[in-house]
């Protein structure tokens, strides 16, 4: 079965760059959820989006934004890149948003290691 | 707002023998409960979930959980494990009308031969 798929694997970003993540949900999947994973650390959520709508914030630092577009895929955009910010950066799709009772499971892509220099 | 706590951040054991993840949560609201799996330099993959009914969850690769709401718990265990259950298992809970998953600290399994 198809899984969600993320862009580029691996990056490898200096100090005060900018990165641009990408999301491909699982097909007829309109939910998309962005987590960031610290070396050693859970998970933390950092925003989601349900039909192009920010549906859902977290703990996203301001120099981060986020969108999905018309064929569901999302973009995580991080600017003035901090040592901080390097990180396992996670996408999960749904079916409907999970608070709204449309899905009740999250699936989750496999990530993008971002290393910040 | 919810918290899950894993108990233990490792488990060494042997190849063949059983083993139990500890998992506790709070919330003063009604969640749901999910572990999932990190193998090395991988995603993350749903192992089970708990939604309502049975409080015994039957997962993938033999795993099961079972939920205790009197103890705020949902325990993952494997009766035999294999040197490929090697990983890191996050237990998460989410508001059943939330979006935000929140995970425990990881619990890393280290099967030995």
């Known amino acids: 079965a198809a899984g969600v798929i993320q862009s580029p694997r691996h990056l490898i970003k200096e100090k005060r760059e900018t990165a641009t993540l990408k999301c491909y949900p699982i097909?007829?999947?309109?939910?998309v959820y962005w987590y960031q994973q610290g070396p050693g650390q859970d998970p933390q959520f950092l925003i989601s989006?349900?039909?192009?709508?920010?549906?859902d914030k977290g703990s996203i630092p301001d120099r981060f934004s986020a969108q999905q577009f018309s064929d569901y895929h999302s973009e995580l955009n991080m600017s003035s890149l901090e040592l901080g910010d390097s990180a396992l950066y996670f996408c999960?799709?749904?079916?409907?948003?999970?608070?709204?009772?449309?899905?009740?499971?999250?699936?989750f892509g496999p990530g993008t290691r971002l290393t910040v220099l | 707002a919810q918290s899950v706590t894993q108990l233990d951040s490792q488990v060494p054991v042997f190849e063949e023998a059983p083993v139990e993840l500890r998992c506790n949560y709070s919330?003063?609201?009604?969640?749901?409960l999910f572990w999932y799996v990190q193998y090395p330099n991988q995603g993350l993959q749903l192992l089970l979930k708990?939604?309502?009914?049975?409080?015994l969850v039957k997962g993938i690769n033999g795993f099961e959980a079972e939920f205790n709401k009197s103890q705020t718990s949902f325990h993952l265990r494997k009766p035999s494990v294999h040197i490929s259950d090697t990983a890191e298992y996050f237990c998460?809970?989410?508001?059943?009308?939330?979006?935000?998953?929140?995970f425990g600290g990881g619990t890393r399994v280290l099967v030995k031969p």
């Open positions: 998460a809970v989410r508001e059943a009308a939330g979006n935000k998953l929140t």
């Open positions: 999960a799709s749904s079916y409907g948003l999970t608070s709204g009772g449309g899905a009740d499971t999250q699936y």
């Open positions: 097909p007829r999947h309109d939910t």
């Open positions: 708990y939604l309502s009914g049975s409080t």
């Open positions: 989006f349900y039909e192009k709508m920010q549906s």
């Open positions: 919330s003063s609201v009604s969640v749901y």
